[in-house]
């Protein structure tokens, strides 16, 4: 189709950004986030960049994760994490803008990893400019999951890891491409 190389939508991709958020929980207009982790690969799923941070967050926000968060990410060490090396948050999002900046040249990323859309949820709500550089299609391993249970009989035993750089990893690991 003629001028379709003039929208960097529709140029064929050759990477993928794949991303994890852990938050205080999965209620975008009550909950926020935590630690974002980004990893870039191409389509042979070769890592070619990654980011990681935690963000600062008062003792008040950290206090009002659910049961569930709350015992996840102090057992994981994230809580601690944030308490000692927590990041102010603009400084992140002004960084991950950055990597995605330097990563993408301007082509919009596609944003890939597990159940993404509700990382993507949070990234719309609480940085609008990051969302801004991400391409309109989404790469979710979930749906890749679902195929394998159902249709092979294939399970995948996932740890209950939920730090943000360790699940990329261990989605990378379960779909076998890494």
Not at 7 to 14: A, C, G, L, S
Not at 39 to 63: H, K, M, P, Q, Y
Not at 71 to 91: F, P, T, Y
Request: proline content about 2%; some cysteine.
């Amino acid at each position: 189709m003629a001028g379709m190389d003039n929208n960097p939508r529709d140029q064929v991709p050759t990477k993928l950004l794949w991303v994890d958020l852990e938050m205080t929980g999965l209620d975008v207009d009550h909950d926020v986030i935590l630690e974002v982790a980004a990893e870039v690969t191409d389509f042979n799923f070769v890592t070619s960049a990654s980011f990681e941070a935690c963000i600062s967050r008062s003792d008040e926000v950290l206090g009002r994760m659910n049961d569930w968060s709350m015992a996840q990410h102090s057992s994981s060490g994230l809580v601690e994490r944030i308490k000692h090396n927590g990041r102010d948050e603009n400084e992140v999002k002004h960084e991950l803008i950055g990597f995605i900046n330097a990563q993408f040249k301007g082509a919009p990323a596609i944003l890939a990893g597990n159940s993404i859309h509700n990382d993507r949820n949070f990234i719309k709500k609480g940085w609008p400019d990051v969302d801004a550089l991400l391409h309109y299609r989404m790469l979710d391993v979930s749906a890749f999951k679902i195929i394998m249970q159902a249709k092979y009989a294939v399970f995948f035993e996932k740890k209950e890891v939920h730090r943000a750089f360790d699940d990329i990893r261990l989605q990378l690991l379960k779909c076998n491409i890494i």
